[in-house]
């Protein structure tokens, strides 16, 4: 299993970042997709969750109404739009999936928003 995150940088407030995660590996199709974030000297917190068809989404209330997840079956691929942009969504974004109640995860993607 792999998951290669891309996509982050550093943004002003209010700005936009889109990520995306390439899983390989496993039948992408069939398993939910989550994001999760970690700040420096804080525990790594669930942002969104996405299921398999892609027809059921969970956010954290942080994020809600600014953040987008979505995945494309066919490229094996999960994204997270991120709109309006805060200075505490600054973290380390990684990519998971959760195999036979293993956990997987990408090498993450480092997002930072400047005030």
């Known amino acids: 299993v792999q998951l290669v995150e891309s996509g982050g940088g550093l943004v002003q407030t209010g700005g936009s970042l889109r990520l995306a995660c390439v899983a390989s590996?496993?039948?992408?199709?069939?398993?939910?997709m989550r994001w999760y974030r970690q700040a420096p000297g804080r525990e790594r917190e669930l942002v969104a969750t996405?299921?398999?068809?892609?027809?059921?989404?969970y956010y954290t209330d942080s994020v809600k109404g600014r953040f987008t997840i979505s995945r494309d079956n066919g490229l094996n691929t999960v994204y997270l739009q991120m709109n309006s942009l805060k200075p505490e969504d600054t973290a380390v974004y990684y990519c998971?999936?959760?195999?036979?109640?293993?956990?997987?995860w990408g090498q993450g993607t480092q997002v930072t928003v400047s005030s």
């Open positions: 590996g496993f039948t992408f199709s069939s398993y939910a």
């Open positions: 998971n999936t959760q195999l036979i109640y293993r956990n997987y």
């Open positions: 996405i299921a398999s068809s892609g027809t059921s989404t």
